[in-house]
Nanobody, 123 residues
Framework: QVQLVESGGGLVEPGGSLSLSCAASGRTGSIYAMGWFRQAPGKEREFVAAISWSSKTTSYADSVKGRFTISRDNAKNTVYLQMISLKPEDTAVYYC????????????????WGQGTQVTVSS
């Protein structure tokens, strides 16, 4: 199995920045891609960004393009989400997920999920 632990969430003012990290352990050799999803109160969980573990190919939701950057450090088995120019609508619980087969926005393709970390954007 793969275990994922997110960290780095917190409270930030609009226009500010935060950086999230997700540390993977267990059978990490089975991971093809890792992604970030988020869920705000009363809303469905939505795709944010994903990265291929080997090629570093990335994919982003339109709502975060130009503001969020996903990256990974294979040696540390860690994926990051750098967030700048944060908006109140970015407020959500952010989840890290691991996918064994493809780079996709489909949540059902991600077999492993972290516990989530809260990001709150408010003045």
């Amino acid at each position: 199995q793969v275990q994922l632990v997110e960290s780095g969430g917190g409270l930030v003012e609009p226009g500010g920045s935060l950086s999230l990290s997700c540390a993977a352990s267990g059978r990490t050799g089975s991971i093809y891609a890792m992604g970030w999803f988020r869920q705000a109160p009363g809303k469905e969980r939505e795709f944010v960004a994903a990265i291929s573990w080997s090629s570093k190919t990335t994919s982003y939701a339109d709502s975060v393009k130009g503001r969020f950057t996903i990256s990974r450090d294979n040696a540390k088995n860690t994926v990051y989400l750098q967030m700048i120019s944060l908006k109140p609508e970015d407020t959500a619980v952010y989840y890290c997920a691991a996918n064994p087969s493809s780079l996709t926005l489909r949540s059902e393709a991600y077999n492993y999920w972290g516990q989530g970390t809260q990001v709150t954007v408010s003045s």
